[in-house]
Nanobody, 124 residues
Framework: QVQLVESGGGLVQAGGSLRLSCAAS????????VGWFRQAPGKEREFVAA????????YYADSVKGRFTISRDNAKNTVYMQMNSLKPEDTAVYYC?????????????????WGQGTQVTVSS
């Protein structure tokens, strides 16, 4: 059973940056595919970014491409997401999720493990 804990959220002005972290409790996390999703008030959860277990491939939603970068350090059982040029529309609770097998990186139903979420608020 993999437990995920997100951190790094907070309040930032538009144009600012934040780095989210997703730490896993299990050392087998290194073979898990990991994704970041977000959910704004009144909206459905949406895909943000994902990374393969080797870091060979990364995937991004069009809305964050060029601004967000996902990476991982398997030695630390941690996945990161660097968020730059933040916009008010990036305001949401951000969740990391993990799966040992993936059918679609952007499909939240594919992921079996989820963190509790971290709030990101971008002021204008």
């Amino acid at each position: 059973q993999v437990q995920l804990v997100e951190s790094g959220g907070g309040l930032v002005q538009a144009g600012g940056s934040l780095r989210l972290s997703c730490a896993a409790s299990d050392r087998t996390f290194s073979i898990y595919r990991v994704g970041w999703f977000r959910q704004a008030p009144g909206k459905e959860r949406e895909f943000v970014a994902a990374i393969t277990w080797t870091s060979r491939n990364t995937y991004y939603a069009d809305s964050v491409k060029g601004r967000f970068t996902i990476s991982r350090d398997n030695a630390k059982n941690t996945v990161y997401m660097q968020m730059n040029s933040l916009k008010p529309e990036d305001t949401a609770v951000y969740y990391c999720a993990a799966a040992s097998k993936i059918s679609s990186y952007s499909d939240s139903a594919t992921y079996g493990y989820w963190g509790q979420g971290t709030q990101v608020t971008v002021s204008s």
